[in-house]
Each structure stands twice: as C-alpha cells, then as structure tokens.
C-alpha cells in the first residue's frame, strides 16, 4: 500500500480528528487525500480553514474510495453516524478513537473485518499521548504500519493482544491523565495552605510530575528504587509518604484504577459490544 498518497476518511471532525489530521498534513499528507463528514457546519468550515481539507455534512460514495476510515464520533453516537457510511466503508480499514465500541460492534455497524481500535488519551492534543491498540485477526501489517503512520503524531503507542486489555489501558492512561490533574489540584491546595500562591503551587507541582516522569523514563530503575533514593529515613519525603501510606493512598489509587476498568468493561456492554 502506497501510504503516501492513501486516501483517508474521518467520520467526526472534533479535537482528537483535528489532532490526527494535522498531525498528517505535517507529515506531509496532502489535504486533498483527507475527507472529514460532520455534520457541524461550523466545525467543517473550522477544517476547511485550517487544514484545507475535504468537508462534508453527511455520507455518501465519496467514503467508497477511502483506504482507511476513522472513527471520531463520541460513543453513543456512534450507530447513527455508521448507518450512512456503511455501504461504502465494508472494505476499508476502520481505525476507532471512540471509547466503549469493541471492535464486534464495529464489525457488526459496518461489514467491515479489518478493524483496528484505539485508546488514547487527552495529552495526544500536544503530541505527548499513549494510545492502546488492538488489531482484528484480518488486519495486515501494511494496516498496522498505515495506522502507526496516521498516530504517530499523536505521541506513543502500544500494541495489545486481547481486546479486553484495552479496558486496562482505558482504566490506566485514557483515564489517567484526570488523575495526575486531582494529585496537582490537591499540591495546589497545600501550597497555598502552606503560605504559597496558587501560581507557585501550580508551577512547582507541575514542574515537579514533569521532572519525576522524565527521571523515571529514563532510567533503568523501577520507579519504587527512585522513591527510595529520595526517602531519608526521618526527613521530610519520609513524613509524608509515612502519611499516605496511614492514609491507604496506594490501595485507594489501585482500587480506583480497577473501577474505571470496571466502569470500561460496563460501557463496552452497553454499546452492543
């Protein structure tokens, strides 16, 4: 497959499309090979002025000759949007950004056996996000490079067998973002009980996940062994891991993790999965 001149169709044009696409224009994908179909009329013109792109408010044949169909939509719109796009798509390969629709429903809304689903998180925005993936047993390798190709921009990847794994990547990085924001939001509020700004606390806390994520990434440690280095026994990071852990902040953070999987599993079921 001559990826470079591909033609791909995205069903839904809202933040996630607007990363993808203009994470591909970059690359050096020519407008002219990228169809959007939303029926915004302010959000198509958005497209238009932006990227240069192709816009449509509804499908029809045009999505035939699409080698790859994105779906953008949000979740429980997601049998609406398909309806009209499925006598045109059956043959292409189908990339899901939408959480919650397992591939047979997919499968089932489309004709379509080469599906590929994927589960990324909000910072892709910027280029520092990680998606889940999972391919159909029909997807080729030419379809995983081409959807490598179209996510790439979007930050990092990961490939998982099972698609019931996507529901733990959900629970861990779709989710997780959400979860570094509660840990600042809650510096934040020490800070200023500790005589600092919000400004100060905001900075300093950020600065510091930043900091502590990078040092982790790249070293050959576990993230336990780098905890350790920085716990004198009796000083200050002591005091307050010594209180979290009183507190149970570790269970209560793994609980959590495991009812937003559980919480994905529901969704998944719920939309005919």
Known sequence: MDTSSTRISFIGGGNMASALIGGLLKAGRAPQDILVVDPGEAQRASLQSRFGVRTQGAADAALAGSALVVWAVKPQLFNEAAAPCAAHVGGALQL?????????????????????????????????????????????????ALVEQVLAPTGQRLWVAQEADLDAVTALSGSGPAYVFYFVEAMMQAAVEMGLSPEQGKQLALATFDGAAALAAQSDEPPAVLRERVTSKGGTTYAALQSMQADGVGPALVKAVRAAQRRAAELGDEFGG
Do not use: K, Q
């Open 96 to 144: 899901s950004v939408m959480a919650g629709i397992r591939s047979s429903a997919i499968a089932r809304a489309t004709g379509a056996t080469r599906i590929v689903r994927s589960m990324p998180n909000t910072p892709a925005l910027i280029g520092r996000g990680i998606a889940g993936l999972f391919a159909t047993a029909a997807v080729r390798a030419e379809d995983r």
